[in-house]
């Protein structure tokens, strides 16, 4: 089940852009770490950043890097100036709560979201994988979804994904 805010989102995503999903990246922590280094030496070294999704949880994915900034609502729109000059546009924004920026490192896709750390979605989203580093079993199954996905549209991807997600954080509610 699918929350309204989801469904807009979901129904917005390419009915035609295929996802291919590919075995973990074992080289992922070193280039995240790099992509980190960066962003610290713009930002400042104390500045919390994290590596997300499938590549920090070890298993397969599609293909790419999730770092997160997550910030304080009051503080949000201070960083993203900065982000800019360091990653240029950004590709999505949805003011307030996320902003995405795409960069590489060694040819490797790195999604960098600067995220609003009171907003329901990134604490919906820490919780969830939390929830999968300590229940290894939801972890495969988590895995083996993704795989079942290889090919299916982009918006067929993600609804089937946060379906799961959803299902997950019902559980422990």
Request: net charge negative; with cysteine.
């Amino acid at each position: 089940m699918l929350t309204k805010k989801q469904e807009e989102w979901i129904s917005h995503l390419s009915t035609n852009f295929k996802i291919e999903i590919i075995p973990f990246d074992k080289s992922a922590e070193e280039k995240f770490q790099k992509v980190k280094s960066i962003i610290r030496e713009k930002l400042g070294k104390d500045k919390e950043i994290k590596h997300c999704g499938s590549t920090s949880l070890g298993i397969s994915g599609q293909d790419e890097i999730d770092v997160y900034i997550p910030v304080a609502k009051n503080d949000f729109n201070k960083y993203i100036n900065p982000l800019i000059e360091l990653f240029g546009e950004p590709r999505s924004n949805y003011p307030m709560e996320r902003i995405r920026f795409v960069t590489d490192i060694e040819e490797k896709h790195i999604d960098v979201f600067l995220i609003n750390k009171e907003d329901e979605g990134w604490i919906n989203s820490f919780k969830f994988e939390n929830y999968l580093r300590e229940h290894k079993d939801c972890l495969k199954e988590y895995e083996d979804l993704k795989r079942s996905l290889n090919g299916e549209s982009l918006q067929n991807y993600y609804r089937k994904k946060t379906e799961f997600i959803n299902n997950i954080l019902g559980r422990n509610n």
